[in-house]
């Protein structure tokens, strides 16, 4: 795999209903960030683009650029429904990815829990 490259692409969809397009790598990544309007150009795209370009110069790992790339095009809601997380260490299951829903790019999932499963000194009366 080519040092630039993303462990899994980063699915985006342009349009709702749009097809989908994958980000395979940073220079692709850049590519679309330096198509992104000026008007809707943000924190989370600045820390994005610095990400991208940082790791396209050698002083930023390729995951966190993923990750900051990924967490700006959940935010801007281009991000494919069902984009995936890279593999989960370096030990485990290579095949092993869980879905980057609810908890957000870097946030794990937390299980949802019920009044009954809250200690009796936090349950609403």
Not at 33 to 42: F, H, I, K, N, Y
Request: proline share 10%; net charge positive; charged share 25%.
């Amino acid at each position: 795999m080519h040092s630039l490259q993303f462990a899994v692409p980063v699915r985006v969809a342009m349009a709702p209903d749009g097809p989908i397009d994958e980000i395979y790598g940073v220079e692709q990544a850049l590519d679309l960030l330096s198509d992104w309007p000026a008007g809707r150009q943000g924190p989370l795209f600045q820390a994005a683009f610095n990400a991208c370009f940082g790791a396209n110069v050698g002083v930023v790992p390729p995951e966190e650029a993923w990750r900051a790339f990924a967490a700006f095009c959940r935010v801007s809601n281009i991000l494919a429904k069902d984009m995936m997380y890279p593999p989960i260490g370096d030990a485990g299951d290579q095949d092993a990815v869980r879905p980057l829903a609810r908890g957000g790019a870097g946030r794990p999932l937390r299980p949802r829990t019920t009044r009954k499963d809250r200690p009796a000194s936090r349950r609403r009366k």
